[in-house]
């Protein structure tokens, strides 16, 4: 027996999913979880920028000597020290000022001490120079040992010219004999970019990974509910099985997609805001819409998957069961990317993976991130991608079709694809 309708496809499948995206949009559970993911999101790349915020700030260190003319030969060399953040250190003639003046030490405790203005005083008005900080944990060792090596090196020079010798020589002779360590075949991931990238891949797994798995847990549980309480039988009495697996995707899937770009925006202008955004060799609006095509992709290839697996059960108990191999299947791709990340990523097995169309979402974006694929090779797998969507959607659909009006045990996949329509 087979029902008439009156309404086409596509009008069909835009009332599903509209009704769909209504309700997984605008249900109570779901504003209030998405409004505290992005509280968390924000909240956490404040917390960064907080943490973090002292590293841009350059180390200062104070030079008091008897003589003007001291602070004025060391300047230059001094002014060449890094410190533990990667700056170069700021050098400030302190030699008029008691140095725990300039630290912020305030001579009575019961006054309230003036605000420092460098971090580290150079002393050099005594026999032999010193470091002065205010607690031994505030001295950047770094510093410390760049201005060691400053000072022993005036030192040696002072030296050397008291014995008739050339100092500039000597230190061209010094530099020359240090070996330079050059590897010749080093692995990716000692660049020194990687860092940022690992970090900009590691963030496009997880949004990958939560959009794709939560999307179809979603669409699995919503088939069982509507399934268990016999909705699903009034539903097919006014749309077509097709129909109604189209709508519910691409309703759920504009739903979490939404959500998780309100987020996603959020956090990322958060971090640029705050100067949190890792700077590098990364293209990050390249890689922005690159991470969302897969994204909508990898929904795609996956979700349908979901939509039939919950069709073959009539309880939620049953969900997390069915839907395991498709679970393993996409925990595979996910963790295979980080795999990837920490060895060689051109190598052929890994560029053979990333053409499968169950890996492709994962891999080929975590590939462009690390630079191992062209644009070129982004369009072919893509275009593989694609060309393989409708025959897993025909397959999901066919499975959907046949055992979603099937109630009671468990349905066997294997009768369901035997089974002839009727």
Do not use: H
């Not at 907080?50 to 003007?68: C, F, I």
């Not at 410390?144 to 050397?160: F, G, K, P, R």
């Not at 369009?379 to 959907?400: C, D, Q, R």
């Not at 109630?407 to 329509?421: C, D, I, Q, S």
């Amino acid at each position: 027996m087979s029902a008439s309708y009156n309404t086409s496809r596509w009008e069909e499948i835009r009332l599903v999913a509209g009704r769909e995206l209504r309700t997984q949009l605008f249900k109570r559970s779901a504003v209030i979880s998405t409004l505290i993911m992005l509280v968390l999101a924000v909240g956490g790349v404040l917390v960064v920028a907080r943490l973090t915020g002292g590293e841009d700030q350059p180390y200062r260190l104070g030079v008091s000597a008897s003589q003007a003319s001291t602070v004025s030969a060391l300047t230059p060399a001094l002014e060449q020290v890094t410190g533990s953040n990667g700056l170069p250190i700021e050098v400030t003639d302190v030699s008029d000022t008691e140095a725990e003046a300039v630290l912020g030490i305030s001579g009575d405790r019961d006054e309230e001490a003036e605000e420092a203005t460098v971090d580290m005083v150079l002393d050099l008005t005594a026999p032999s120079p010193a470091l002065k900080v205010t607690e031994l944990d505030k001295a950047d060792q770094a510093v410390v040992a760049s201005v060691t090596n400053v000072l022993q090196q005036v030192a040696l020079s002072e030296q050397i010219t008291a014995l008739g010798g050339d100092p500039a020589q000597v230190a061209t002779s010094l530099t020359d004999a240090v070996p330079q360590v050059e590897a010749l075949d080093p692995p990716d991931r000692d660049g020194e970019d990687f860092g940022v990238r690992y970090t900009v891949l590691m963030i496009i797994d997880v949004l990958l990974f939560i959009v794709v798995m939560g999307g179809g847990q979603t669409i699995a549980m919503g088939v069982v509910e509507e399934k268990s309480s016999r909705i699903v039988e009034i539903l097919l009495a006014c749309v077509r099985p097709t129909s109604l697996l189209a709508g519910k995707i691409l309703g759920t899937g504009t739903a979490i997609l939404v959500s998780y770009g309100v987020i996603g925006v959020a956090a990322g202008m958060t971090a640029k805001l705050s100067g949190v955004l890792p700077e590098g060799s990364v293209d990050i609006d390249a890689v922005l819409i690159a991470m969302l095509v897969w994204m909508v992709v990898g929904y795609a290839t996956y979700a349908v998957g979901f939509a039939a697996a919950g069709s073959l059960v009539s309880r939620q108990e049953d969900v997390s069961t069915v839907v395991m191999p498709l679970t393993m299947t996409l925990m595979i791709p996910y963790i295979l990317s980080f795999v990837m990340a920490m060895q060689d990523p051109s190598a052929l097995v890994y560029r053979v993976l990333a053409y499968l169309p169950p890996f492709a979402p994962f891999l080929m974006p975590v590939r462009l991130v690390l630079g191992v694929s062209s644009w070129g090779e982004q369009l072919v797998t893509l275009g593989i991608a694609l060309a393989f969507i409708p025959v897993f959607v025909w397959l999901a659909a066919t499975v959907y079709t046949r055992a979603v009006t099937r109630t009671g045990a468990r349905v066997p996949l294997k009768e369901v694809l035997a089974r002839r329509p009727a």
